[in-house]
């Protein structure tokens, strides 16, 4: 089992900053792949930025340039940093950890980010 903890999330006005963390414990295996995905309401889940364990990184075309997904010095936790952030930003966001060798798949609960304009 892996469990993960989110935080960071709040309001925050167009234009602005946020950043999230997302700490992963439990069966935590190095070659891992941990990211980020948004629900809006009404909408799909959808990813935002993923990172694996060697630090490639994919993004969301939508927030290609504005955002930037890291890992901490202790590889479980991951960040994203959140930049110019739109109102059409507003979802919340969960944290995910994957390895695909034995099927491991977590989400966390979720932390609201809200964009006001």
């Known amino acids: 089992q892996v469990q993960l903890v989110e935080s960071g999330g709040g309001l925050v006005q167009a234009g602005g900053s946020l950043r999230l963390s997302c700490a992963a414990s439990?069966?935590?295996?190095?070659?891992?792949?941990m990211g980020w995905y948004r629900q809006a309401p009404g909408k799909e889940r959808e990813l935002v930025a993923d990172?694996?364990?060697?630090?490639?990184?994919n993004y969301a075309d939508s927030v290609k340039g504005r955002f930037t997904i890291s890992r901490g010095n202790v590889k479980n936790i991951v960040y994203l940093q959140m930049n110019s952030l739109k109102p059409e930003d507003t979802a919340v966001y969960y944290c995910?950890?994957?390895?695909?060798?034995?099927?491991?798949?977590?989400w966390g609960k979720g932390t609201l980010v809200t964009v006001s304009s």
């Open positions: 995910h950890y994957e390895y695909p060798p034995l099927g491991m798949d977590y």
């Open positions: 439990g069966s935590i295996f190095s070659s891992n792949s």
């Open positions: 990172i694996t364990s060697g630090g490639f990184t």
